[in-house]
């Protein structure tokens, strides 16, 4: 398991665009026949994924976790952005169709993963926060997923949100999980941005072609940069960090947070004219 320990605000201005990439963007999600963990030190996030292609896979504690199992005293999201497979809880297999998103409770032992076919394997995509509840292991399917319509064509920001994990939903300690999907046309993100200095959150960006690239905003609101983001990487961003985005063709990306407060409209609303 990867571990990164991410710059403060201060810090972070003097980034030149490597070093913006390195400590920010995990680019090699999703590798064939492999389960790929990144521990961050904000909110002791662990990002991850899992492609099984020839056979199952599982998810094991690394030594870091200093714990008999992974979810021992974590709460883990899992959302498939590839082909339909299954997920193993326990012995209990949770079938996920690409949108669809699980939750594993704290106290699970064992949790495996498989495709269903090998020239279309799943593409699980791993969040997880720690956990002081226990909440059941429950699977949400995408047609489950409570919706907000949000933004305008004229804008080009018109997008569905899909919300899976919140208080709503499939109930859990302090992980909130879900996707955005623009429609054709529309490229902008979270615009007019936000910070929430009470949780951080991490962007998967998917489903649009290898040629497109996302321009992830980041950083304070007076000190913002941008990383270049390709289909299947995700970004890291700290609780000071404003988190959005434009593309050079509708994309979607999952969402997810974890901090003291799961409240999903609990933010910190900025102009757009407070940029800089």
């Known amino acids: 398991m990867e571990v990164r320990y991410l710059p403060d605000p201060v810090a972070f201005k003097g980034l030149d665009t490597d070093q913006l990439r390195q400590n920010f963007l995990i680019e090699d999600l999703f590798i064939p026949d492999q389960v790929r963990l990144v521990y961050c030190d904000c909110d002791r996030a662990i ?7 020839k056979g199952e ?5 690394a030594s870091e976790l200093r714990s008999d199992f992974f979810c021992q005293r ?18 209990k297999a949770y079938r ?27 593409r699980f995509y791993l969040l997880s926060f720690p956990a002081h509840t226990d909440h059941p292991t429950t699977l949400i399917g995408r047609s489950q997923a409570q919706l ?3 933004g305008s064509n004229a804008q080009a920001n018109n997008r569905t949100i899909y919300k899976y ?7 859990s300690c302090q992980l909130v999980m879900g996707y955005t999907e623009l429609e054709t046309g529309n490229v902008w993100n979270t615009m007019p941005p936000h910070t929430h200095a009470r949780r951080m959150e991490v962007y998967l960006y998917f489903g649009f072609s290898q040629q497109d690239r996302v321009f992830h905003l980041i ?7 941008h990383i270049v983001v390709a289909e299947g990487q995700a970004v890291l961003s700290p609780s000071w960090s404003i988190h959005s985005g434009v593309g050079t063709a509708a994309y979607s990306f999952c ?13 910190d609303g900025l102009r757009i004219s407070d940029l800089r």
């Open 165 to 171: 994990i919140h208080q709503a939903g499939a109930r």
């Open 57 to 61: 896979l599982s998810l094991e504690a």
């Open 148 to 150: 907000v319509k949000l």
């Open 219 to 225: 950083g304070p609101p007076d000190q913002t940069r």
């Open 255 to 267: 969402w997810g947070m974890g901090g003291e407060n799961q409240a999903f409209d609990d933010m």
């Open 74 to 91: 974590r709460e883990l999201g899992v959302f498939n952005v590839g082909g339909d497979g299954q997920v193993t809880v326990d012995g």
């Open 47 to 53: 990002v991850g994924s899992a492609v099984p292609v």
């Open 96 to 122: 996920l169709a690409r949108l669809d998103c699980l939750y594993v409770g704290r106290g699970s032992r064992k949790v495996g993963f498989r495709s269903d076919r090998q020239s279309e394997p799943a």
